[in-house]
T-cell receptor, first 111, second 114 residues
C-alpha cells in the first residue's frame, strides 16, 4: 500500500492553457474522488467514480472540467481554457469503505 | 442536505493544555462523521471517524471525539497539546447511500504556543 499518489504536486500555467492532473489510488480501492480546496476553505466535492463509472458530478464542475478513470485504475482531471479562478489545490482520494485516503494534492496556480 | 459548522476558525492553546475543536452537524439521516488534519501544502489525513458504533471514538495522535446526537455535535479533544499538533483541522459528514461523498466544514487552524 503506497497510498494515493498525485502528479504533479505543483503546476503553474498561463490563463487559457489546458492542464491535466493524474491520480493513482490505492490499488484495491474501487471508489475515487476529486475535490477542490481554495485558501481558507474546506475541500469541495467535484466528482467521483466507482470503478470506471463516473457516478456523480458537482455543479462546480463546469464544462471546462472533465475527469476520466479508464479501466477503473488511475484517474485524470483536465481543465480546459484555465481561468484565474481555477487556482486551487486539487485533491484526489480513494476508498473501499466509509472514509477516504487522500493524496497530497496538486496545487494549481493560473497566472 | 447535510452540513457541518466548525466554531472558531482559529484556536490557540499552550503546549500541554487541553485541545477542544468544535463541530456541529446537520443531517436529516443518521450521519457518519470524520475529523481530518491537514499540514501546510499536504493532503488530508484521517484522525478518526464515527460510523454508528461507539459514540466515543479514539483516533490517532491521542485525539478523540464524542458523538452527541442530542446536541448534534462531534467535538474533537486531546488532553495535552503538543507543538506537532499545530495544523488545520476539518470536520466532515456523510451518510449511508450518499456515495461516501463528504461535506467539509471550513476548518479550524490550531496554534500551539510554548
Amino acid at each position: 500500500d503506497t497510498g494515493v499518489s498525485q502528479n504533479p504536486r505543483h503546476k503553474i500555467t498561463k490563463r487559457g492553457q489546458n492542464v491535466t492532473f493524474r491520480c493513482d489510488p490505492i490499488s484495491e480501492h474501487n471508489r475515487l474522488y476529486w475535490y477542490r480546496q481554495t485558501l481558507g476553505q474546506g475541500p469541495e466535492f467535484l466528482t467521483y467514480f466507482q470503478n470506471e463509472a463516473q457516478l456523480e458530478k458537482s455543479r462546480l464542475l463546469s464544462d471546462r472540467f472533465s475527469a476520466e478513470r479508464p479501466k477503473g485504475s488511475f484517474s485524470t482531471l483536465e481543465i480546459q481554457r484555465t481561468e484565474q479562478g481555477d487556482s486551487a489545490m486539487y485533491l484526489c482520494a480513494s476508498s473501499l469503505d466509509i472514509g477516504y485516503t487522500f493524496g497530497s494534492g496538486t496545487r494549481l496556480t493560473v497566472v | 442536505a447535510q452540513s457541518v459548522t466548525q466554531l472558531g476558525s482559529h484556536v490557540s492553546v499552550s503546549e500541554g493544555a487541553l485541545v477542544l475543536l468544535r463541530c456541529n452537524y446537520s443531517s436529516s439521516v443518521p450521519p457518519y462523521l470524520f475529523w481530518y488534519v491537514q499540514y501546510p501544502n499536504q493532503g488530508l489525513q484521517l484522525l478518526l471517524k464515527y460510523t454508528s458504533a461507539a459514540t466515543l471514538v479514539k483516533g490517532i495522535n491521542g485525539f478523540e471525539a464524542e458523538f452527541k446526537k442530542s446536541e448534534t455535535s462531534f467535538h474533537l479533544t486531546k488532553p495535552s497539546a503538543h507543538m506537532r499538533d499545530a495544523a488545520e483541522y476539518f470536520c466532515a459528514v456523510t451518510f449511508t447511500g450518499g456515495g461516501n461523498k463528504l461535506t467539509f466544514g471550513t476548518g479550524t487552524q490550531l496554534k500551539v504556543e510554548l
